[in-house]
């Protein structure tokens, strides 16, 4: 055995084992924040459903009190649609059905490991293996209901494809994955640029077009709109230099393969050697960390992940099959994995706090009598959607809220009483009396307890209303 297998054993062994445990001691966290959303798309792709469910789909056509920040629907034709493709619930609500959270996230163990073997297969270079098992901490989306480890697995599906001359399946697959998420057309677009010049670029740009257009069309027959709807939700840019300094700080703590990357680069404009495509794919970094909408809300840069491959491909771009790995590459690749490992522990240790909370909060809340809850925060009213299993009926009060049609969902069901959940400072907060529309017959919605939510790690306070008519209250 050579010693570059030799080395690529034992890092692959470590990942193993390391990441192994971590899928151990991560079983129980719970999904959170838009990992909530995406395990209730799965399991309603369990049940032959690829909408969201709405309770008062009636009295509330427009859904101003949909239970889910208005970026994560999207409404057509009297239907909500998630704005999360609902191709990761699909091919994961098989394993979700059988084996709960923890059978997805061992299908996404093995999904990153066969990401890896595939990786590998490219150009045979037991470096690049490494790096792209140890240059970023990418796995710690193993743990979490998200479509992160799916897409790593198809972009290196269509770079393997594209290395194989199979460039008009590469292209179609890379429309894929850019309308599942928009922001890979900068890794798409630069992926001819890792390979020889002998790969038809121009075949795999017109199977890419063709099949877009096929997409367009379609998505504007069944959604009402030719671009993604990630697009549409997020098709308002403003640039918060705050946010990107943030972003770059993320990336660079996140990602030390990129450190790494700008060493090379550097080191390249000094000899005299640039290689110009890698000041393309450093010009593309930072212009997606400026028009980045967000950070992706899990303190992970995730909207940049895609661009990890490329840096590798780059970077290993003149070498080959190699059969000894030098020592300063040894050096290298271990220090990128005992830093990598560290900071996924860290992380799953931030992990497993945010967990608690959402357990201990949501255990408090099932606890509530009233089956209508209300909530005037859209990033709390995330905890809670694992209570829709439970017959609870959640509304969110968005600022300016129809007061008129609050009241006709409140009578709906005739409901007697329901529970009022806010964090203070609130947003949107309710008055001490609720009027319905016929006060006389159907009486009005008194406050009539608050208090804190026991065992919350956050100052959630309950309020509860109770209907009372006229003659009761007096």
């Known amino acids: 055995m050579t010693q570059s297998k030799k080395a690529n054993g034992f890092f692959v062994s470590l990942a193993f084992l390391a990441l192994g445990y971590l899928l151990f001691v991560t079983k129980q966290i719970a999904p959170f924040s838009d990992f909530a959303l995406l395990e209730w798309q799965i399991k309603l792709a369990g049940q032959g459903t690829f909408h969201l469910n709405y309770e008062y789909l009636l009295l509330d056509p427009n859904f101003k009190f949909f239970p889910l920040p208005d970026i994560f629907f999207h409404v057509h034709k009297g239907i909500a649609y998630s704005t999360f493709p609902n191709v990761y619930p699909i091919l994961f609500s098989f394993v979700y059905m059988g084996l709960g959270t923890i059978g997805v996230k061992l299908a996404q163990f093995c999904l990153f490991f066969l990401s890896i073997f595939i990786f590998h297969s490219i150009k045979k270079d037991e470096v690049s293996t490494i790096l792209l098992l140890f240059g970023s901490t990418i796995s710690i989306y193993i743990f979490l209901i998200h479509e992160t480890i799916l897409f790593l697995f198809l972009e290196v599906v269509v770079l393997y494809l594209y290395q194989r001359k199979w460039t008009a399946v590469s292209g179609v697959l890379s429309i894929c994955l850019v309308w599942m998420r928009p922001e890979m057309i900068f890794a798409i677009g630069f992926l001819p640029f890792c390979f020889s010049k002998e790969q038809n670029w121009k075949r795999f740009f017109l199977a890419f077009l063709i099949t ?9 027959i069944t959604l009402g709109s030719f671009l993604p709807l990630r697009m549409v939700k997020n098709s308002e840019f403003h640039f ?7 972003l770059f700080k993320i990336w660079i703590e996140q990602v030390p393969l990129f450190i790494l990357f700008i060493f090379i680069f550097l080191r ?6 640039l290689y110009y495509p890698n000041l393309i794919l450093l010009l593309i970094t930072m212009v997606m960390i400026l028009i980045s909408p967000n950070t992706g809300g899990h303190n992970t840069p995730r909207y940049l992940f895609g661009l990890i491959p490329l840096y590798i491909l780059s970077i290993r771009n003149k070498e080959n099959s190699l059969t000894q790995v030098s020592k300063l590459w040894l050096l290298t690749i271990l220090f990128l994995s005992f830093y990598s490992i560290t900071i996924l522990f860290q992380q799953t240790k931030e992990l497993k706090k945010i967990s608690k909370f959402q357990t201990n909060t949501l ?11 209300v909530f005037n925060n859209s990033d709390f009213v995330f ?5 829709l299993e439970e017959k609870k009926d959640l509304l969110l009060l968005r600022a300016n809220f129809d007061h008129k049609k609050f009241s006709q969902i409140l009578n709906f069901k005739n409901t007697k009483s329901f529970t009022f959940l806010e964090l203070p400072p609130s947003p949107v907060p309710l008055d001490q009396w609720i009027t319905t529309t016929n006060k006389t017959t159907l009486g009005s919605f008194r406050k009539v307890n608050q208090y804190p939510l026991p065992n919350a790690l956050l100052p959630i306070q309950v309020t509860k209303y109770l209907r009372e008519f006229p003659e009761t209250s007096k």
């Not at 877009?212 to 504007?220: A, K, L, M």
């Open 212 to 220: 877009g257009i096929v997409f367009s069309i379609t998505n504007r």
């Open 240 to 246: 918060r230099p705050e946010m990107s300094f943030y």
């Open 268 to 273: 390249s404009v000094i000899k005299k050697e």
């Open 363 to 373: 255990e408090e809340i099932s606890k509530l009598d009233d089956s209508l809850l």
């Open 383 to 387: 905890v809670t959607l694992p209570l």
